[in-house]
Nanobody, 114 residues
């Protein structure tokens, strides 16, 4: 049975930072592109960032903020570091294996609010 379990979701003030973790079981993430998706209330699910199976880290720095994804294939874990968070980053964040997506976690809630 494949499981992706996210953790680390929290209430954060605007401009703050937060890290999320994903622990996989039932698969070896080294065989998969891993991604973080998010779904905000009333909006469609969107991909935040992806990391290739051969990479150790990837970053996206845009007007949306700064996101860094890293993976530890030996530990079967993926992490997401987020900085300069904004209220519009409020969403449920999902860990996903495969591209196109094959396995989804249940998500962890991130709320950005003062």
């Amino acid at each position: 049975q494949v499981q992706l379990v996210e953790s680390g979701g929290a209430l954060v003030e605007p401009g703050g930072s937060l890290g999320l973790s994903c622990v996989a079981s039932g698969i070896s993430i080294e065989d998969y592109v891993m991604s973080w998706y998010r779904q905000a209330p009333g909006k469609e699910r969107e991909r935040v960032i992806r990391i290739s199976s051969w990479a150790s880290k990837n970053s996206v720095d845009s007007e949306r903020g700064h996101f860094t994804v890293s993976r530890d294939n030996a530990k079967n874990t993926v992490e997401l570091q987020m900085t300069r968070l904004k209220p519009e980053d409020t969403a449920v964040y999902y860990c996903v294996a495969g591209d196109p997506p094959q396995y989804w976690g249940r998500g962890t809630q991130v709320t950005v609010s003062s």
